[in-house]
């Protein structure tokens, strides 16, 4: 499997926040109004855990991109 640049993580890493959150989001508020509303500290619980898990295998894309390129060259 190749290797993301850091530049190439830092690009899908802000496609993901502004597009694929966004549809993350609407996707589980529709496949939850399918069901009858819970109590609200299990509704609470259970976008807390979609919250969590959309993120767990993405980790290797946000993994660094706040920091200096290390394959940049110093100056």
Do not use: C, Q
Not at 10 to 32: D, E, F, Q, T
Not at 33 to 62: C, M, N, Q, S, T
């Amino acid at each position: 499997m190749p290797r993301l640049t850091h530049k190439a993580r830092k690009r899908w890493a802000i496609v993901l926040l502004l597009v694929g959150l966004p549809l993350y989001i609407i996707v589980v508020m529709n496949v939850l109004v399918l069901f009858d509303r819970p109590h609200f500290l299990v509704e609470a619980g259970v976008y807390l855990l979609f919250g969590v898990l959309w993120a767990l295998p993405l980790k290797f894309i946000f993994r660094g991109v706040g920091r200096d390129d290390p394959d940049a060259p110093r100056s």
